[in-house]
C-alpha cells in the first residue's frame, strides 16, 4: 500500500489531470475551430484569467494577452499592470496594455463606474484583435459568475434572455470557463503552483455583485451543496426554451416585418392578429437595445409620432406602422449631377432616360417631360424643410412638408425621398409626383422618359 504522502500527490495529479482533460473536451465540443485561430486573452490578473492563460498555453493554442489599467485603485492597478507583463514575458506570449481614464470617461457618458469599464475595454480589445490578427477576444467568466448573473439579471425583471445566462460566445468573445466553478478553478491554480492578484475591491459590497457573491450565493450554497450544478441544469433548460422562442421569433418576423433603406417597420394590424401582441413585440425589439417593456407596449395604443428611444435607434409610431431607425444615421448631403444626353444614371437611385414618341402609362415612377424646358446639369438631391414645388395638375406652389402632410406620406417614408431638380426648379418628387410647370403639352416637340428603376 503507498504511503500517506504518495497518496495525498497522487489524488492532486489526478485533480489537475481531470481539469485539463474535461477543458480540453470543452473546446474541441464546443469552440472546435479554435486550433486554427489566433486568441487575445482578457487578463486582468486575477484568478480566472490566470488559470484561463494558463490553460490555453498548455494545449498549444496561439494566444495574446491584453490587459486593461482602470487606474481605479493606484498603487495596486500599477502592480497588476507590472505582474501581467511579467507573466507574459515568462510564458513569452505577446501583450498588449492600455490605460483609461475610467472615472473621467463614466463622468462625460453619464454611466456608472462598471459599465464604463465594461465599455472602455471590449471596445479596446476589438481595435487590438482587429488590428493584430486575433480571431477571438477570450475572457475568465465562470460557472459563479453565471449564477450571479442570473441573480443580477432576476432582480431587474429581466426576460428570458437575462435568465439564461451568460452567453458561451457572442460577438467574437468566447468564454471557454463556463462549465467549471470558482472552487475548481481556485484548487487548479493552487495544485499547479500558479500566482495571481486579488483585487481588493472585490471584497467591497459597494456592487451588487458583490454582495451576492459574498453574502447571498454562499448562504445558498449552505443550504444546498448543489446549488451551481441544479442552477446549469435549470439554465440548460431556459436555453432551449430561449432556441424555440428565437424560432418563433423567425417567423413572425417574416409575417410583420418589412425591411427599409434606413431600418425596418412593423405592421401593427397584423402583430396584433398574433397572440401575446405585447411579448412578441418586446422580443423584436430587444436585440436592438429597447429594454423597456412598459414603453414599448405602451406604443401600440399611443397616438402617431410617439417615440421610444434605445442606445442606437428610435421607435415611433405612424399610419398604422412601428418604425426602427438608427439614431444616429447621417443624412446623405451629396447632390448627384445627370449630363445631358446620359442614358441612365445609378447613384444614388437608378434613372433611366430615353426620348420617346407619346406618353405612355401613368406611373409614379415615371416622369415625362419636355427636355426643351429644362436646364443640365439636372440634379439628384434630397428634399429639404424649405423645398417649394408646383405639383402635377395644380396652379399653385406649395411646401413639401405641406404636400406630404396632405398626401399622407409617412414619417419613414419621407426621410428617403429624393428630387429631380433643373435649374433652382424642383420637377420631380421621384416616386411621388411631378412638377406641373414641365408637363407635357401640344406644343411639345420631343418627350423624354425618365423612369426610376427601383
Given at each position: 500500500m503507498l504511503p500517506a504522502?504518495?497518496?495525498?500527490?497522487?489524488?492532486?495529479?489526478?485533480?489537475?489531470?481531470?481539469?485539463?482533460?474535461?477543458?480540453?473536451?470543452?473546446?474541441?465540443?464546443?469552440?472546435p475551430a479554435l486550433a486554427n485561430q489566433k486568441i487575445l486573452v482578457a487578463c486582468s490578473g486575477g484568478l480566472d484569467s490566470m488559470v484561463l492563460l494558463?490553460?490555453?498555453?498548455?494545449?498549444?493554442?496561439?494566444?495574446?494577452?491584453?490587459?486593461?489599467?482602470?487606474m481605479l485603485r493606484k498603487e495596486e492597478s500599477d502592480d497588476d499592470l507590472a505582474f501581467v507583463e511579467a507573466t507574459a514575458l515568462r510564458l513569452k506570449?505577446?501583450?498588449?496594455?492600455?490605460?483609461?481614464?475610467t472615472k473621467k470617461y463614466a463622468k462625460q457618458q453619464g454611466l456608472s463606474t462598471q459599465v464604463a469599464a465594461r465599455e472602455l475595454r471590449y471596445s479596446w480589445f476589438n481595435s487590438i484583435a482587429d488590428a493584430n490578427g486575433y480571431d477571438l477576444i477570450a475572457t475568465g467568466h465562470h460557472a459563479d459568475d453565471d449564477l450571479e448573473t442570473f441573480f443580477i439579471n432576476l432582480s431587474r425583471a429581466t426576460g428570458l434572455r437575462g435568465l439564461s445566462g451568460i452567453p458561451k460566445q457572442n460577438k467574437g468573445v468566447i468564454r471557454p470557463l463556463l462549465p467549471f466553478s470558482s472552487a475548481q478553478i481556485l484548487q487548479f491554480a493552487k495544485k499547479q503552483g500558479l500566482f495571481w492578484r486579488e483585487d481588493s475591491s472585490n471584497h467591497k459590497r459597494d456592487y451588487l455583485r458583490n454582495k451576492l457573491?459574498?453574502?447571498?450565493i454562499p448562504a445558498f450554497k449552505e443550504v444546498n451543496k448543489t446549488v451551481l450544478q441544479n442552477f446549469q441544469q435549470t439554465q440548460q433548460h431556459l436555453k432551449d426554451s430561449e432556441a424555440l422562442l428565437e424560432d418563433y421569433i423567425t417567423l413572425v418576423t417574416k409575417l410583420v416585418v418589412t425591411p427599409q433603406d434606413t431600418?425596418?417597420?412593423?405592421?401593427?394590424?397584423?402583430?396584433?392578429?398574433?397572440?401575446?401582441?405585447?411579448?412578441?413585440?418586446?422580443?423584436?425589439?430587444?436585440?436592438?437595445?429597447?429594454?423597456?417593456?412598459?414603453?414599448i407596449t405602451n406604443i401600440l395604443e399611443s397616438d402617431q409620432g410617439k417615440k421610444v428611444l434605445s442606445k442606437d435607434y428610435i421607435l415611433y409610431k405612424d399610419r398604422g406602422l412601428l418604425f426602427v431607425r438608427e439614431k444616429n444615421l447621417k443624412r446623405d448631403e451629396t447632390i448627384y449631377s445627370i449630363e445631358k444626353y446620359q442614358e441612365k444614371s445609378i447613384v444614388p437611385l437608378t434613372l433611366s432616360l430615353r426620348s420617346v414618341n407619346k406618353v405612355g402609362v401613368c406611373d409614379p415612377a415615371i416622369l415625362y417631360v419636355d427636355p426643351a424646358k429644362l436646364t443640365y446639369p439636372l440634379k439628384v438631391r434630397l428634399w429639404r424643410d424649405d423645398d417649394i414645388f408646383q405639383p402635377f395638375g395644380m396652379k399653385g406652389k406649395k411646401k413639401l412638408s405641406k404636400f406630404f402632410k396632405d398626401e399622407k406620406v409617412s414619417l419613414a417614408a419621407k426621410e428617403n425621398v429624393w428630387l429631380l431638380e433643373?435649374?433652382?426648379?424642383?420637377?420631380?418628387?421621384?416616386?411621388?409626383?411631378?412638377?406641373?410647370?414641365y408637363k407635357v403639352t401640344d406644343t411639345t416637340q420631343e418627350i423624354l422618359k425618365i423612369e426610376w428603376i427601383k
Open positions: 504522502f504518495y497518496r495525498y500527490l497522487c489524488t492532486i495529479i489526478i485533480r489537475i489531470e481531470v481539469l485539463i482533460t474535461a477543458f480540453k473536451t470543452h473546446i474541441v465540443s464546443q469552440f494558463h490553460l490555453l498555453k498548455s494545449l498549444g493554442f496561439t494566444i495574446g494577452v491584453a490587459h486593461c489599467n482602470f506570449t505577446p501583450i498588449f496594455t492600455k490605460a483609461f481614464q457573491r459574498l453574502d447571498v431600418g425596418f417597420e412593423i405592421d401593427i394590424k397584423k402583430l396584433q392578429a398574433l397572440p401575446n401582441t405585447n411579448s412578441l413585440l418586446f422580443e423584436l425589439l430587444y436585440p436592438l437595445g429597447f429594454k423597456d417593456f412598459k414603453a433643373s435649374g433652382i426648379d424642383i420637377i420631380w418628387l421621384i416616386g411621388l409626383r411631378a412638377d406641373d410647370r
